[in-house]
C-alpha cells in the first residue's frame, strides 16, 4: 500500500503541478521589469476596468439567471406546446460562442446591416437606421455572454427541478400557494445550490471571456492583464490585476463546489417519483411558448441565421479543399487531447481512489487553475514558461534548444489544452466515479482481482458512458477554443476558430461566417448527440 | 508501425524542413497576402510559412523564444509597432537592402524595417448635408463649430495612437492635449465600433465626420460587404486634411526581419519581392491601401477620391512608437475612452 500510495501520490502531483504552470508562471515571473505604463494604468485605467468587468459580470447574471431559471422551471413543471422539442433545443446555445455571437449582433443591428437591409427589402427604401437599436460596447459583450452562456444554468438548474421530490410540490400546494408562491417560496429555494453552481460557471467565463470583449473594444480585467503584461511588459501590474481576477475567480470556484456538495444532497435515492407536470392552456400557454421560443430563436436560430444567410449570399468565400484541411486539423486536436485527457483523468481519479490519500484531493484543488486563467493569459503564460523551462534543460544538458517542440506544435498545443480541459474531464470523470460504491472495490480485491485488473474489469465498464459524454464536452471546447490555439499552433495551422478570427478581424464578418457555421454545427451536433445525458443524468 | 511513426510525426511536428523557406509572424489577416505568398513560391521556390496572430501576443512569443524563434519575418498594419520591434532589438538590419532604399521613401523604412503598403487616415462627411470648412486641418476639429458632429473609434485603438503622436510630434505635447480636450467635447457619441461603424454613422446621419482609415471606405465600396455597405458607402466622401501645411497622416504595413532569423536571405527576398510592381498592384487592389513604390495606382475605388493629395512624407512614421504612450496618456486623460 505505502509503495502505491508514492507511485500515486507523484503521478498527481505532477499532474496538479503541470496544470498549475500558468498560475505559477503569472505570479511568480522570472523575469521583472516595470514601466510607467504603472502609473497611467492606477491613474486612469484600472478603476475603469474592475468596473467594466462588475458591471458585464452583473448584467450577464442577471440575464443568465432571468433566461435559465425561467426556462426551466417552465420545462419542468408544466406541459405547453413545443415543452418537448424546447427541453433540449435550449442547450443548442452551447454551440454558439460568445464571440461568433457578437459577429451576428453587431452585423445584424449595425447602420446599413442585416436588419436594415431586411427592413428596406419588405418596406423599401428609407431611413430607418435611427430606428434600429445598437448592440454594441459593454451592453453588446453582456447581451452576447448571456445568450451563450445562460445554458448552463437552465441545465443545473433544470435537472435539480428534475429530481424534486414531489413531496415539495406536494407541500406548497397543501399550504394554498398559488402557482407564483411556490415558485417563489418552495421551487427556488430549494433548486439555490444547483443556481448558485450555474451562476459560477457563467460568471468564470464571463471574467476570462476575451474574444468577445476584444471584439467590441471593452476594456476588462482581463484585456488589462494582457495588455499590461503584453504591450507594456509591465509584470507587476500584471500581476495584481491576475490576482484580482483569481481571487474572484477562485472564490466563484469554491462557491461553485460548495453549492453542487449542497446540491447532492437534494438528489432522492430512492422513491424518487417523476412530477407531474401541470397541463397549461390558453394564454399562459401561449405566453410560456412564445417565452422559450424566443429564447431558442436569439440563442440559436439567430446568430446560425445569420451565418447561413452570409454563407450563401457571399459563395466566393467558400473554399472545399480548405474546409477539408480545417475539419482534419480540428478533428486531429480532439482526438488527440481526448485520448491524452481521458487517459491521465481516468488514472488520477483510479490513484486517488486506491491511496484514499486525503492530500491527493486537496492537490486535485489545482487541477482548477487552468480552467480558472483565462485562456488568452494561460497561452502566453505556457510560451514563457516552456521558454524559460527548455533554456534551463538545454544549458543543464548542453543540448540543442528543444524550444519548438513546445511551442508552435502540436504537442504544445495538447499540453496547453490540456491544462485548460483537465478540471474539465477530471471533474467529470470523478463525479461518477464517487458513485462506485467503495465496497465493490474490496469485493473485486477479495474475489482475487488485482488492482488494475479491478480498474478495468469492475471500473472502466462503470465509467464508459460519463468518459464518453467528457469526450464529447471537450470536443466541444476544443472546436470553440481560439485564443490558445491562435499563437500556440504550428506554422500554416488553421482550425475553424482562427479562421473566423483572422477574417473578422480584417472587417470581413461575411468570410468568417462558414468557418463560424463550422463550429456551431459540430458543436451542436454534439450536444444533439448527448443531449440525452446532459438533461438527464446530471 | 507506419501509423504509429505518423502519429509521432504529427505530435512531434518532424514535418520535412525544406531547406528553402522563409517564416512569417504575421497580425496581417488578408487572405490575399497568403496568395501573394503562393506567387512567391513559385516564382523562387521558397516556401512561405505563416502564423498570424494578436500583435502583443506574437510580440511576447518572438520575446520568449528568443534565439530559437523560427520566424524570419515580423508582419503588422502599424509603424508604431514596427518601431518598438526596433527599440526592443528584436530586428536585425537587413530591410535595408540597395532595393529597398532606392525604392521607398525615406520617412516609410529604418534600417530595421521596411513599409509594404500605406494608408491615410482621413476626414469622411457626406457632401450633400455637410460642407467642410476650406483647408481643414485635423487641428481644427478641436473647435467650438464641430461641437458634436465627430465620431472616431476608442483610444485604445493603435490607428488613432500614432495619428496623435503624429500630432504631438508637430505641435508638442502641450498644444496636443488642448487639441483633444477640444476634440472630445466635439463627439457625438461615446467612441465605439471599427473604422468602418465611424464611416457609416455618417452615412447614416448620426454625425457630420468620422476620422478614419482610408480602405474601410473601399472594402464597403467594393460590394465585397453587400449592396447596403456599397450603398452607404457611396452617401460620404474622404476629405484629405492638412493640404495647406504637412499633409495628411499616413501610417504603413510593415515588416522587418527579426534578430535571429534562420533565413534572412530568404526574407530580403521575400520583401523586396513584395516591393515590386506586380506584388504592389496586388496588395492594393486587394487590400485597398496605397501603394509604397512608384509607378503603381491605387485602386480604382480608393483612387476616385484623388491621388494627388499631399501625403505627410516630412514625418517619419518611426516617431509613432516614441510618443504612442504619451498619445495614449492624454487621450485618456482627455475622457476619451
Not at chain 1, 495588455?227 to 490576482?243: G, H, P, R
Not at chain 1, 493569459?377 to 538545454?394: H, M, P
Not at chain 2, 471606405?217 to 453587400?226: R, V
Not at chain 2, 492594393?284 to 505627410?312: C, H, M, R, S, W
Request: hydrophobic letters at 45%; a positive charge.
Amino acid at each position: 500500500m505505502y509503495k502505491n500510495f508514492n507511485f500515486w501520490f507523484a503521478g498527481s502531483l505532477l499532474v496538479s503541478l503541470f496544470v498549475a504552470i500558468p498560475l505559477f508562471t503569472v505570479f511568480f515571473s522570472f523575469f521583472n521589469s516595470t514601466s510607467e505604463y504603472y502609473d497611467l494604468l492606477r491613474n486612469t485605467f484600472l478603476k475603469s476596468y474592475i468596473i467594466n468587468s462588475f458591471i458585464i459580470l452583473i448584467g450577464v447574471l442577471s440575464l443568465t439567471f432571468i433566461f435559465g431559471v425561467l426556462s426551466a422551471y417552465f420545462v419542468s413543471f408544466y406541459n405547453f406546446p413545443g415543452v418537448n422539442f424546447f427541453k433540449w433545443a435550449l442547450i443548442l446555445s452551447f454551440a454558439v460562442p460568445a464571440y461568433i455571437y457578437a459577429y451576428s449582433l453587431t452585423a445584424f443591428f449595425e447602420n446599413y446591416g442585416t436588419l436594415f437591409s431586411l427592413i428596406t427589402f419588405i418596406f423599401g427604401e428609407g431611413n430607418y437606421n435611427k430606428f434600429i437599436p445598437k448592440f454594441d460596447g459593454i451592453f453588446g459583450a453582456i447581451i452576447s455572454m448571456s445568450f451563450s452562456l445562460f445554458g448552463y444554468i437552465y441545465v443545473l438548474t433544470r435537472a435539480s427541478f428534475y429530481h424534486q421530490s414531489h413531496n415539495l410540490i406536494e407541500v406548497s400546494k397543501n399550504l394554498g400557494y398559488n402557482a407564483k408562491e411556490s415558485f417563489f417560496k418552495i421551487i427556488l429555494p430549494s433548486a439555490r445550490p444547483a443556481i448558485i453552481a450555474g451562476l459560477s460557471l457563467v460568471a468564470m467565463e464571463c471574467l476570462a471571456d476575451f474574444g468577445t470583449v476584444s471584439f467590441f473594444s471593452v476594456s476588462t480585467l482581463t484585456t488589462g492583464i494582457y495588455n499590461s503584461w503584453l504591450s507594456f511588459d509591465d509584470l507587476n501590474t500584471a500581476n495584481q490585476l491576475s490576482f484580482v481576477l483569481l481571487l474572484l475567480i477562485l472564490t466563484l470556484f469554491y462557491i461553485e463546489n460548495y453549492s453542487r456538495g449542497d446540491a447532492k444532497y437534494h438528489q432522492p435515492t430512492q422513491g424518487f417519483r417523476k412530477i407531474p407536470k401541470i397541463d397549461m392552456v390558453g394564454k399562459k400557454a401561449q405566453f410560456v411558448s412564445i417565452f422559450c421560443f424566443l429564447l431558442f430563436f436569439i440563442s440559436f436560430i439567430f446568430p446560425t441565421t445569420q451565418m447561413i444567410f452570409w454563407t450563401i449570399k457571399f459563395p466566393k468565400y467558400f473554399d472545399l479543399t480548405n474546409i477539408l484541411l480545417l475539419n482534419l486539423n480540428t478533428l486531429t486536436l480532439v482526438i488527440f487531447t481526448s485520448i491524452v485527457l481521458i487517459s491521465f483523468s481516468f488514472l488520477i481519479n483510479f490513484g486517488n481512489r486506491i491511496s484514499k490519500s486525503k492530500i491527493l484531493n486537496y492537490l486535485s484543488f489545482f487541477s482548477i487553475s487552468g480552467y480558472a486563467i483565462p485562456g488568452v493569459i494561460l497561452a502566453v503564460a505556457f510560451i514563457t514558461f516552456f521558454s524559460w523551462f527548455s533554456d534551463f534543460f538545454s544549458s543543464f544538458f548542453s543540448t540543442t534548444s528543444i524550444k519548438k517542440i513546445f511551442i508552435g506544435s502540436i504537442l504544445g498545443l495538447i499540453m496547453a489544452y490540456f491544462i485548460r480541459f483537465y478540471s474539465l474531464a477530471f471533474n467529470g470523470i470523478r463525479s461518477s466515479y464517487i458513485k462506485i460504491n467503495q465496497s465493490i472495490d474490496e469485493s473485486s480485491y477479495l474475489l482475487g482481482y488485482t488492482k488494475f485488473r479491478t480498474l478495468r474489469k469492475i471500473h472502466y465498464p462503470y465509467l464508459k458512458n460519463s468518459i464518453y459524454l467528457v469526450s464529447i464536452l471537450i470536443a466541444i471546447e476544443i472546436i470553440k477554443e481560439l485564443p490558445i490555439t491562435l499563437i500556440l499552433r504550428p506554422f500554416n495551422f488553421e482550425t475553424f476558430a482562427t479562421k473566423a478570427y483572422a477574417n473578422a478581424s480584417q472587417d470581413l464578418l461575411e468570410a468568417a461566417a462558414l468557418p463560424s457555421l463550422f463550429i456551431i454545427f459540430w458543436s451542436a451536433l454534439l450536444i444533439f448527440y448527448t443531449s440525452k445525458h446532459i438533461l438527464s443524468e446530471k | 508501425m507506419k501509423i504509429l511513426f505518423f502519429l509521432i510525426s504529427i505530435i512531434f511536428n518532424f514535418s520535412n524542413v525544406s531547406a528553402a523557406e522563409v517564416n512569417i509572424f504575421s497580425s496581417r489577416h488578408y487572405e490575399s497576402d497568403l496568395e501573394l505568398y503562393k506567387k512567391f513560391t513559385g516564382k523562387t521556390g521558397i516556401k512561405v510559412n505563416v502564423i498570424s496572430g494578436k500583435d502583443n501576443a506574437l510580440h511576447k512569443r518572438i520575446v520568449d523564444e528568443g534565439k530559437d524563434c523560427l520566424g524570419d519575418l515580423y508582419f503588422t498594419a502599424d509603424a508604431g509597432r514596427l518601431g518598438a520591434f526596433e527599440l526592443k532589438g528584436l530586428f536585425q538590419k537587413g530591410a535595408n537592402s540597395e532595393f529597398i532604399k532606392k525604392n521607398i521613401p525615406q520617412n516609410f523604412r529604418s534600417d530595421y524595417w521596411v513599409g509594404i503598403a500605406k494608408r491615410a487616415r482621413v476626414i469622411y462627411y457626406n457632401p450633400t448635408k455637410t460642407n467642410p470648412p476650406k483647408n481643414l486641418k485635423y487641428e481644427d476639429l478641436s473647435k467650438e463649430i464641430f461641437k458634436g458632429k465627430i465620431v472616431i473609434r476608442q483610444s485604445n485603438n493603435i490607428y488613432n495612437q500614432s495619428l496623435v503622436a503624429s500630432i504631438i510630434e508637430h505641435n508638442g505635447l502641450n498644444e496636443t492635449q488642448e487639441w483633444i480636450k477640444g476634440l472630445v467635447k466635439n463627439f457625438a457619441r461615446q467612441p465605439k465600433g471599427n473604422d468602418r461603424a465611424q464611416i457609416l454613422a455618417v452615412a447614416a446621419g448620426e454625425a457630420e465626420y468620422a476620422i478614419a482609415n482610408t480602405y474601410y471606405l473601399a472594402l464597403m465600396l467594393s460590394g465585397k460587404k453587400g449592396e447596403e455597405q456599397k450603398n452607404a458607402a457611396k452617401k460620404v466622401i474622404p476629405y484629405f486634411p492638412n493640404q495647406k501645411n504637412r499633409g495628411t497622416h499616413m501610417n504603413i504595413s510593415g515588416a522587418g526581419i527579426l534578430k535571429y532569423a534562420p533565413n534572412k536571405q530568404n526574407a530580403i527576398k521575400l520583401l523586396e519581392f513584395l516591393l515590386t510592381k506586380d506584388s504592389q498592384t496586388h496588395i492594393v487592389n486587394n487590400t485597398f491601401e496605397y501603394p509604397i513604390i512608384k509607378g503603381v495606382e491605387p485602386n480604382k475605388l480608393i483612387a476616385q477620391f484623388g491621388t494627388n493629395f499631399k501625403q505627410d512624407l516630412n514625418t517619419n512614421v518611426s516617431v509613432y512608437s516614441k510618443r504612442q504612450s504619451e498619445a495614449l496618456k492624454i487621450m485618456t486623460e482627455a475622457g476619451w475612452q
